[in-house]
């Protein structure tokens, strides 16, 4: 099997890499133990230099890196620069951050002296996606390395340059050897890696079926794993909200990433008083969306990152409009070259439909109204996930007792969520377990060890 490199704008094959063999993917498995004996001894302040080096690094390479993920996975060139710049963000973040979070606690005991120290576990394996090919590593790379530990990627099958400049980043920040390595392997390999004693956990970002798979090997070799799998996401509009702020931000909560993000908005929940006023005013947002070339400035909306993606969204499209759904915008691809699929915005959803009961990885809008903020509730919460939410009022005392009550692991009142280092980062029900970011996340990956005294 060859790792292909093919551009969704133009439909190019741009480059082919063999895949590892099974010797080869255990050879560097070595390599990166050997490291992580000498790179557990090393001072959080060298480790606080490196990785502040490594967000230099990606801050002098931004224009290069974002060009290979608008040419690898079709993303707007700006937004690229825009996930360089928080990659260097996270390493900062935890350069400074995490000898400070991981210094030893006392514990008042019936010993001398007692205290829980923090240690590095040792190889964690990454099974990463494409949708965020820097972001996602990173965010799991800054606090797994800041911890001691050593990292080894098995990224997604498609963005293999992706996955070759962020091993360079660390080796030009001046990292030792094989503290962090890509594993040129495809995913049917991934089951080998974690059955290899020397990896110690797992830390996937996926769908929930890539999850179900990954945790159950995982769980038959005893280690640990933290599990983000995706979200369908709701915008809860009720009646006192902005309208127009609100509806100008769902079309980028939609549509960031062309759709491609695990926390974009997915299901538009709007109560019926403002339900006619806000959907012209959403419909509106998303059609002054610019679809386009991801290498051009302009572009706020480029293609699907590969043909099957975009023909599997047009399904769930297609058969909940079969179902009763009325397409409102788009619909249908774009014509000619490329994976591209414009804003599409379906109302008349019930439950049943894809576009209602599963993620919808594409820019395409589900409207769902309801009476009032009682039935919001239910409705956002009449979901298999429960990644992220948010919810638009002009009393924000009140969308904090609604947020209390969305089940997700992030709820924003009155603004989109985000990703941010300094916020922990994960789902519940079937988004998955664990947390990723701020202090929370860089503790996932240690072994939490008590010191008893006399």
Avoid at 44 to 68: C, P, Q, S, T, W
Avoid at 190 to 203: S, Y
Avoid at 245 to 269: M, Y
Wanted: glycine content about 8%.
């Amino acid at each position: 099997m060859a790792l292909e490199s093919i551009n969704p704008a133009t439909d190019e094959l741009m480059e082919t890499f063999d895949e590892w063999s099974a010797e080869q993917t255990a050879e560097v498995i070595d390599e990166v133990d050997a490291a992580f004996q000498q790179w557990r001894l090393t001072s959080f302040e060298k480790r606080r230099e490196l990785m502040n080096r490594a967000a230099g690094v990606l801050r002098e390479n931004k224009d290069e890196y974002a060009r290979i993920m608008a040419l690898e996975m079709g993303k707007p060139i700006n937004d690229g620069r825009g996930e360089v710049e928080k990659c260097a963000w996270v390493c900062e973040y935890y350069a400074e951050q995490a000898e400070k979070i991981l210094a030893d606690e006392p514990i008042e005991s019936d010993g001398s002296k007692s205290y829980v120290g923090f240690r590095p576990i040792g190889t964690v394996l990454a099974v990463m996606p494409w949708n965020f090919p820097f972001w996602q590593v990173f965010r799991f790379a800054a606090p797994a390395l800041m911890a001691g530990n050593t990292g080894v990627l098995k990224h997604s099958s498609n963005v293999p340059r992706s996955a070759l400049a962020i091993e360079e980043v660390f080796v030009k920040a001046g990292f030792p050897p094989n503290v962090f390595r890509t594993l040129m392997i495809g995913s049917r390999k991934v089951d080998a890696v974690i059955e290899n004693d020397l990896i110690k956990a797992v830390t996937l970002t996926g769908s929930d079926i890539a999850g179900r798979k990954v945790a159950a090997k995982a769980g038959e070799m005893l280690k640990k794993t933290v599990m983000e799998l995706g979200g369908s996401d709701p915008f809860i509009v009720l009646e006192d909200a902005d309208l127009e702020e609100s509806a100008q931000v769902a079309a980028k909560a939609r549509c960031i990433n062309s759709g491609q993000s695990c926390i974009a908005a997915k299901r538009f929940i709007v109560v019926d008083a403002v339900y006619e006023a806000w959907t012209e005013k959403f419909k509106a947002a998303l059609t002054s969306l610019k679809v386009g070339d991801p290498l051009a400035e302009e572009t706020q909306v480029g293609p699907q990152a590969r043909r099957d993606l975009m023909e599997e969204l047009h399904e769930q499209v297609e058969k909940s409009v079969r179902m009763g759904a009325r397409v409102l915008l788009g619909g249908s691809p774009q014509e000619g070259k490329g994976s591209f699929y414009p804003p599409t915005l379906l109302a008349d959803l019930k439950p049943g439909m894809p576009a209602y009961d599963e993620e919808l990885f594409g820019p395409v809008a589900s409207l769902i109204r309801v009476a009032d903020a009682e039935e919001a509730v239910a409705v956002a919460n009449a979901s298999a996930f429960g990644l992220g939410g948010c919810v638009w009022t002009a009393d924000s005392a009140r969308g904090e007792e609604i947020a209390a009550r969305i089940e997700a692991g992030a709820v924003f009142v009155n603004g989109m969520v985000k990703s941010d280092p300094r916020l922990p980062f994960g789902g519940v029900k079937i988004s998955g377990y664990g947390r990723e970011l701020s202090h929370y996340g860089i503790k996932e990956f240690v072994n939490i060890q008590t010191v008893w005294v006399r």
